[in-house]
């Protein structure tokens, strides 16, 4: 088992920027792929960015391409994603999960690949 626990979220203003953290426990954090998803009222869970186990590989979202930028701690058991030049439309819970790593295969981008969950952390942009 890993838990995860997601904080950082809140209220900003378009243009502001949030980091939000992710930490976790249990198993050997390095161990696993690192994503970060979000879902908006009424509308599915959507991919935002992802971290290789070894920090080596990042993934991004189009949406969100040059103004996010994920990143993790395997010391801190931390996975964090700085987030510049908010949008209203990036108002929406954001979840962090886990993706046991196996050679050859990248972090995935589908919600329904990753093993565990955070309980997820409100984000909203005022306009």
């Known amino acids: 088992q890993v838990q995860l626990v997601e904080s950082g979220g809140g209220l900003v203003q378009a243009g502001g920027s949030l980091r939000l953290s992710c930490a976790a426990s249990?198993?050997?954090?390095?161990?696993?792929?690192m994503g970060w998803f979000r879902q908006a009222p009424g509308k599915e869970r959507d991919f935002v960015a992802a971290?290789?186990?070894?920090?080596?590989?990042?993934y991004y979202a189009d949406s969100v391409k040059g103004r996010f930028a994920i990143s993790r701690d395997n010391a801190k058991n931390t996975v964090y994603l700085q987030m510049n030049s908010l949008k209203p439309e990036d108002t929406a819970i954001y979840y962090c999960?886990?993706?046991?790593?196996?050679?050859?295969?990248?972090?995935?981008?589908?919600?329904?690949?990753?093993?565990?969950w955070g309980q997820g952390t409100q984000v909203t942009v005022s306009s």
């Open positions: 971290i290789s186990w070894n920090a080596i590989s990042t």
């Open positions: 249990g198993r050997t954090f390095g161990n696993y792929n």
């Open positions: 999960a886990a993706d046991l790593w196996r050679f050859g295969v990248p972090p995935p981008r589908t919600a329904y690949e990753y093993d565990y």
